[in-house]
């Protein structure tokens, strides 16, 4: 079966000028990072804070070009910097961006947000593209009279939201999302993993799902990959990564999780009453 | 007495399709060395009432209360003047989405250095020493590296801990913290919540914690209020919320966890909302 994406020995190096007192430095944010996502699956990234998803995230989305390795779309090398991408694949190639804020234009009115990328990338008819996106706002748990409000009306969570919905649009055939529902109460994020779900099943949809929450990663994931430092040390299927992590940093990542135990709570409640009457 | 004090807090939006009331009735108060848990679904007011508090709101909200005040002083009608003597010294706060509230224009560094000079009156180079102690204290790597770096050139997460180190410089005696560590995985989040709790227990520091994750708040809160669609649902104490929480709302919020998932589906608010009527 061919892989939705591939990549082999992504390397990416981000280029720091210097400043007056600085030299100018370039650090390797990837260094040489192998992965393969198929038709319909879901490859999930984990790793530290810092460790290179966003990173890998935008090169998998055709939004940065790697400096070395070679990515694969459906088979087919694809080099951004020696050809840019046509609007069939920009379409067919979606991300939502871990900073929504910063991924929407503050002048423009959401209904306008999400009807956009139908405007300029295909013939729906214009009252079509309203419908569309109105029935797009109701799936992420939105409602109409949010249809002609401003980005920085909305709450943090209904904002990482809209940028689900944008990028749904144009039923895109491979899905980059970074921290998508990190800003979520567990209701609604569990009305959006349900719809992320049910388009897979319908659509064959492939994501590639940066989250640091290991919970959403045992329910969404196919297969998963640790990323540390820029390096993939940990790479394979949900049920063996869960199951029998092999990295340190894996391990840690299980046993720093917190615990809802009520026994745990009152351990510490009772440490913080008594600490509390130390200090009178 | 409580040192921060609000009651019947409202808040309305004028909107184009007319006005919209974002918090409804709300009260909060903590009290010195004391941790609230505010949480509650997406929407349902818990930013735009702390906002409030700040006098961060835009023009458009129209805010009514019967009570603000905190250590005593009245805080809906101050000046200016005594307003930010209060605001990013006595009371700071850590914003929910962190990179849309630094500035692009300058290196984080910069920006740290000036909350330190022009509220602490620290010196240039006491200012570097001090933002280079945070950075390594909120575990951000290669700290004299990154206080040269913008925004942009920094993750997420890194982000998302200078904006901890800022709030936390003054080292004030209130400090609202939305959804603070949403960027991180539950490693530095450990060591994050660790360092709020320190400070919480070493200068008695008083911290408002709005966050969605029940594990950050059976970890660290003292007393939990549940909001739901701009309304207080249930106020408790930590252990008896998860003991015996009273509200529905409050129940599906601890059984929504993903690893409750019955096959392939996640349970909705209002999928436990219909369950629990049926039965
Ligand atoms: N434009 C840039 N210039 C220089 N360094 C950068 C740039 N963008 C990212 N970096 C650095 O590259 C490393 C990887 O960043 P990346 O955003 O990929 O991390 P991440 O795994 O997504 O982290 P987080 O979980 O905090 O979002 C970090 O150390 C970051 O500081
Ligand atoms: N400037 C504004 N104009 C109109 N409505 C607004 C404005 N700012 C916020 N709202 C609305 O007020 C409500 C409460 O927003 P708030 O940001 O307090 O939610 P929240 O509880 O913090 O949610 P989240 O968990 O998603 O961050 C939301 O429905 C939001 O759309
Ligand atoms: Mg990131
Ligand atoms: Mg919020």
Known sequence: MTAVVEGKAIVQDYHVPGGMFARARSVRALKGVDFRVEKGKTLAIVGESGSGKSTLARVIALIDAPTGGELRIEGKPVDIRAHRPGPDMRSKVQMVFQNPYGSLNPRQKIGNVLMEPLAINTNVPAAEQRERAEAMLAKVGLQPEHFNRYPHMFSGGQRQRIAIARALMLNPSLLVLDEPVSALDLSVQAQVLNLLADLQDEFGLTYVFVSHDLSVVRYIADEVMVISKGEAVEQGTREEVFANPTHPYTRQLFAATPVTDVAAIRTRVERRRLARAGVQ | ?279
């Open chain 2, 1 to 279: 007495m409580a040192l921060l004090n609000i009651r019947n807090l409202t808040v309305k939006f004028a909107t184009a399709t007319g006005s919209f009331t974002a918090v409804d009735g709300i009260d909060v108060s903590v009290d010195k060395g004391e941790v609230l848990a505010i949480v509650g679904e997406s929407g349902s007011g818990k930013s735009v009432s702390m906002l409030a508090v700040m006098g961060l709101l835009p023009d458009t909200a129209t805010i009514t209360a019967d009570e603000m005040t905190y250590d005593g002083q009245d805080i809906s009608n101050m000046t200016a003047v005594q307003r930010r003597k209060l605001i990013g010294r006595e009371i700071t706060m850590i914003f929910q989405e962190p990179v849309a509230s630094l500035n692009p224009s300058f290196t984080t560094g910069f920006q740290i250095e000036e909350v330190l000079r022009l509220n602490l009156g620290m010196s240039r180079r006491e200012a570097h020493a001090r933002a280079l102690e945070l950075y390594r204290a909120v575990g951000i790597p290669e700290p004299e590296e990154k206080l040269k770096a913008y925004p942009h050139q920094m993750s997420g997460g890194q982000c998302q801990r200078v904006m901890i180190a800022m709030a936390i410089a003054s080292n004030p005696r209130l400090l609202i913290a939305d959804e603070p560590t949403t960027a991180l995985d539950v490693t530095i989040q450990k060591q994050i919540l660790d360092l709020l709790m320190k400070l919480q227990e070493d200068y008695g520091m008083a911290l408002i914690l709005i966050t969605h994750d029940m594990g950050v708040v059976a970890e660290t809160a003292d007393r939990v209020v549940v909001q739901y669609k701009g309304k207080k649902m249930e106020e408790a104490d930590v252990l008896s919320l998860f003991e015996n929480p009273q509200h529905p709302y409050t129940r599906a919020l601890l059984s929504a966890l993903p690893e409750n998932a019955t096959g392939d589906r996640l349970p909705t608010v209002s999928d436990f909302f219909t369950q629990e009527a049926a039965r």
